[in-house]
């Protein structure tokens, strides 16, 4: 079984379909706070997560609290996802009970853990988004200068003409990841 790790996650959607992916391939989820939102269940049943209580779910207050309690200090088995990532994410080699650890979505990981890691660093390979940002002139501008670029429903920056995408959202970046680890572990499912 593979550990999906979201580190202070800021969006409740991108949460909620992450879980959902994870109750699908029997994934444990594992959510290090502080959290952009509320998981009461009042806040679970408005949104909708009625098979949160399928998900196995374990919060954490802060990253140290992660650290101690679930790696206990041993990062053979972590995979941190950043764009910063030395090799691509399909380069790594997954083993059972391995970590795969995401940062929020508007910064990532914090630069002193990937500094401290950078042998675990794993990428997407995408489009270079140096210069994204949220600003609407900004979005304007690029779209301007790229014409085939739209973003789609999930968030992510689509080329028409070259079916790239230069950014993806965080339940996209985790499904891919995951599917990888789950394709290189033999999960059933997977098997032509």
């Not at 979505?105 to 890691?117: Q, T, V």
Request: hydrophobic content about 35%.
């Amino acid at each position: 079984m593979l550990n999906v790790v979201l580190v202070e996650p800021e969006i409740p959607a991108n949460t909620g379909n992450i879980g959902r992916t994870c109750v699908l391939t029997a994934t444990r989820l594992h959510l290090v706070g502080p959290l952009g939102f509320e998981l009461s269940d009042r806040a679970l049943e408005r949104a909708g997560l009625h098979y949160w209580e399928s998900l196995d779910c374990t919060v954490y207050k802060n990253w140290t609290e992660f650290e101690t309690c679930a790696l206990a200090g041993d990062y053979s088995h972590v995979h941190l996802l950043t764009k910063a990532g030395k090799r691509l994410y399909s380069e790594a080699t997954y083993e059972d009970g391995d970590w795969l650890i995401f940062g929020r979505e508007s910064r990532g990981l914090d630069r002193e853990l990937i500094e401290a890691h950078q042998d675990r660093t794993e990428r997407i390979p995408m489009v270079t988004d140096d210069a994204l940002c949220n600003a609407d002139e900004w979005h304007e501008s690029y779209r301007a200068l790229n014409p085939g670029l739209r973003r789609d429903v999930c968030g992510n920056y689509v080329d028409e003409r070259k079916g790239q995408i230069s950014s993806l959202n965080l339940s996209n970046a985790v499904a891919i990841c995951l599917y990888e680890g789950l394709r290189q572990l033999g999960y059933p499912q997977m098997q032509p």
